[in-house]
T-cell receptor, first 118, second 112 residues
């Protein structure tokens, strides 16, 4: 148990549906992240939030819309997805915005949401 | 753009063997490198984090080394056990903050 929870764990949706993924961290961290893990591809960073402000958007299509209402919660709103969006979506958090000269902050990952788009 | 490569993609060894997983990266301008473990259907667990100024980190039977100048890291697992079976991912953090780059992973199977 890493202190980062994600719901739902599995989601099947049609291309015209709208759904949301939820991530919650109980670690008092200030930074949260969304990653996408497709089969046989490296993990891809999608969005980064620090103190509820988005600091990174890695050229993610607009059909993915993140929301961070507070430092403990992170959502990923999904609409009109494509079958190729089927993947494992991982949320992570770290004490501070990782990086800097010390580079000491590790990230804590949730168990992921397995998304299938039909 | 930073590229992270892990070799081998899959590895099967008998229990008790010592083994080495390899990670290479193309841009040596990194803040740190992490090794993660991923079990099927679960998220990632951080195993070791090596800062750019360090050369190695140890935790129990795990030892990770970092040679930033050559763009290489190794994860050494001593006396492997069936419970070590998982996918091991290497990730580097670049100077453009929060740019994390992951390898595709090495899937390890330790046979009893």
């Amino acid at each position: 148990e890493t202190g980062v929870t994600q719901t739902p764990r599995h989601l099947v949706m049609g291309m015209t549906n709208k759904k949301s993924l939820k991530c919650e961290q109980h670690l008092g961290h200030n930074a949260m992240y969304w990653y996408k893990q497709s089969a046989k591809k490296p993990l891809e960073l999608m969005f980064v939030y620090s103190l509820e402000e988005r600091v990174e958007n890695n050229s993610v299509p607009s059909r993915f819309s993140p929301e961070c209402p507070n430092s403990s919660h992170l959502f990923l709103h999904l609409h009109t997805l494509q079958p190729e969006d089927s993947a494992l979506y991982l949320c992570a958090s770290s004490p501070t915005l990782a990086g800097g000269l010390e580079g000491t902050d590790t990230q804590y990952f949730g168990p992921g949401t397995r998304l299938t788009v039909l | 753009k930073q590229e992270v490569t892990q070799i081998p993609a899959a590895l099967s060894v008998p229990e008790g063997e010592n083994l080495v997983l390899n990670c290479s990266f193309t841009d040596s301008a990194i803040y740190n490198l992490q090794w993660f473990r991923q079990d099927p259907g679960k998220g990632l667990t951080s195993l070791l984090l090596i800062q750019s100024s360090q050369r190695e980190q140890t935790s129990g039977r795990l030892n990770a080394s970092l040679d930033k100048s050559s763009g290489r890291s190794t994860l050494y697992i001593a006396a492997s056990q069936p419970g070590d079976s998982a996918t091991y991912l290497c990730a580097v953090e670049g100077y453009n903050f929060n740019k994390f780059y992951f390898g595709s992973g090495t899937k390890l199977n330790v046979k009893p």
